[in-house]
């Protein structure tokens, strides 16, 4: 899974691994002489869990441990080895995930510049290398994401259906991405077929033996999981790592506009009422069926380029979800990278960069008003409130952006020419 010495990646990826090195030990420093931490808060909870299970208890002992048994077990080092064995975890993790970045755009066709651009784009961005340095898992989740994308495209079916499998158990969100695999898979799905002389959609046949290997596989491989996790902890397990975040609320740390109402609902002797219109925008931010119905849209539409239609479906889950932290942009920032070959050859790559700029834009905006809020103690939640739904809307014109601008790239042609399989293009 190396980098090949010919696309001249073996000194970045030297470099990546270094200067996740240099940060972790500033952590070590910077935790010890300042009041600031650098270590995300997350990562602690992580390392009380996992002190509970190497005494045989229960991870979800620890107060708002969110994540399965298998995070905790995983991060026992911390208490036997050393207390930053998981940043190294996560660290090394992360390099993964650019190594399969560098391996799918190969799937593509990419060129040596190309790959460097991708490679870069990932393992130098400082808000990614620093999520994972912290201590943050997300870089976990990129892993099976990206193995579950690079087996589909080179025809392991089942291997990608057991990297999706425990991806879901790990974290529920990727379940969005159910009916692109399923159309991706499917021979008669309309994108695959040429744009002249196509059936109608009506016409597919959506159940294949691709398609029911892909969901048995992966159903049992979280089946299973999950029944193991259930067995070892019980209700626990289902409350807190399951069903908390299917009913989750939050108003702190939330970039979501829902954060204002869930505020007000969780402090009734707040006396501040919502306009009707405001209560329509709460109620609206708050109700998970416009997230289902883009995602569905775009997944079924855009299956044929697979890192595309993945991509787009992140953006607009964390955009339009009730619960929006830094931590989701990483969810999305693992794939933007597959975009980039093709971004640099469209007309519209200015458009995405100016959109790219306002996101960023409204991003520090909305950090303004927060940390008025929560270091300097202002009331100031209208217009925290106000700078959510700029952001908001920011991510829905980049998500737009994107759509409009993206040239759709079939990779699974390409990925299976050499195995001869005669799959059509988008």
């Not at 992966?218 to 070892?232: E, I, K, M």
């Not at 708050?286 to 953006?315: E, H, K, M, N």
């Not at 519209?348 to 008003?369: C, D, E, N, P, Y």
Request: hydrophobic share 50%.
């Amino acid at each position: 899974m190396a980098p090949r010495p010919r696309d001249g990646l073996g000194v970045t990826f030297l470099l990546a691994v270094a200067l996740r090195i240099v940060l972790i030990a500033w952590s070590v420093y910077q935790d010890k002489n300042f009041a600031v931490k650098y270590t995300d808060i997350d990562y602690f909870v992580y390392t009380d869990a996992a002190r509970h299970v190497a005494r045989r208890g229960s991870p979800y002992e620890r107060a708002t441990y969110r994540y399965p048994p298998l995070l905790a077990a995983l991060l026992t080092p911390n208490v036997f080895v050393h207390e930053c064995f998981g940043k190294v975890l996560f660290g090394v993790l992360d390099v993964v995930v650019g190594v399969l970045l560098v391996k799918i755009l190969r799937l593509r066709g990419a060129s040596a510049r190309e790959l460097k651009h991708a490679a870069w784009c990932w393992l130098f961005n400082p808000f990614t290398c620093t999520i994972s340095t912290r201590g943050s898992c997300e870089a976990l989740t990129g892993t099976l994401v990206l193995l579950t994308v690079e087996a589909l495209l080179v025809g392991k079916t089942s291997r990608a259906a057991v990297a999706y499998g425990a991806l879901v158990h790990f974290r529920l969100y990727p379940i969005i991405h159910v009916v692109t695999f399923i159309a991706f898979l499917n021979e008669d799905y309309d994108g695959n077929r040429p744009l002249l002389g196509g059936g109608r959609f009506s016409s597919v046949r959506w159940v294949t033996v691709e398609n029911v290997k892909f969901g048995l596989v992966s159903a049992v491989t979280f089946l299973a999981l999950t029944w193991g996790s259930y067995a070892a902890y019980g209700s626990d397990y289902i409350n807190e790592a399951m069903l908390y975040h299917l009913q989750r609320k939050d108003h702190r740390h939330n970039f979501a506009s829902a954060f204002y109402g869930v505020y007000l609902d969780s402090h009734q002797d707040v006396s501040v009422s919502l306009s009707t219109a405001a209560e329509l925008l709460h109620r609206l931010a708050s109700s998970a069926l416009p997230s289902l119905i883009v995602v569905s849209i775009l997944g079924v539409r855009y299956a044929c380029d697979l890192p595309f239609a993945l991509f787009s479906q992140t953006l607009a889950f964390v955009a339009f979800n009730k619960v929006v932290t830094a931590q989701y942009f990483v969810w999305w920032f693992m794939l933007l990278p597959l975009l980039l070959p093709s971004l640099a050859r469209s007309e519209g790559r200015k458009q995405v960069g100016f959109a790219m700029m306002i996101w960023l834009i409204a991003q520090l905006h909305w950090l303004a008003w927060a940390y008025a809020l929560e270091f300097k103690g202002a009331q100031v939640f209208e217009p925290l409130w106000l700078a959510s739904m700029t952001f908001f809307t920011a991510n829905v014109s980049l998500l737009v952006t994107f759509v409009r601008t993206h040239s759709l790239d079939p990779v699974l042609s390409r990925a299976r020419l050499s195995t001869g399989s005669s799959k059509k293009s988008c």
